[in-house]
Nanobody, 123 residues
Framework: QVQLVESGGGLVQAGGSLSVSCAASGRTLSSYAMGWFRQAPGKEREFVAA???????YYGDSVKGRFTISRDNAKNLAYLKMNSLKPEDTAVYYC?????????????????WGQGTQVTVSS
């Protein structure tokens, strides 16, 4: 099975940009659709974006036009580029993987998860 490790979180001012990465090991990333989720304190895990094996993409409404998901199968990496960040984007960001063919925004559809990386946006 695949193991996932996120990196690249940190502190940024509102309006700034930040990128987070997800490194896969154990299995080749090309076999999986990848998703990004986030969870703020006291809130449920929220879908951010997903990308399927052929590059099809699906964004959550709250990040459309600001965030960009991508993948590099040769490097076994997935990325989330975040622009125009807002304080309400503050959360722990998780990458997740699924063998499902159809893109899904439901956390329960992703069996494999990283440990998360903190993103904090100051006002």
């Amino acid at each position: 099975q695949v193991q996932l490790v996120e990196s690249g979180g940190g502190l940024v001012q509102a309006g700034g940009s930040l990128s987070v990465s997800c490194a896969a090991s154990g299995r080749t990333l090309s076999s999986y659709a990848m998703g990004w989720f986030r969870q703020a304190p006291g809130k449920e895990r929220e879908f951010v974006a997903a990308i399927d094996r052929s590059g099809g993409i699906y964004y959550g409404d709250s990040v459309k036009g600001r965030f960009t998901i991508s993948r590099d199968n040769a490097k076994n990496l997935a990325y989330l580029k975040m622009n125009s960040l807002k304080p309400e984007d503050t959360a722990v960001y998780y990458c997740a993987a699924t063998l499902r063919v159809v893109l899904t925004s439901r956390p329960n559809d992703y069996p494999y998860w990283g440990q998360g990386t903190q993103v904090t946006v100051s006002s």
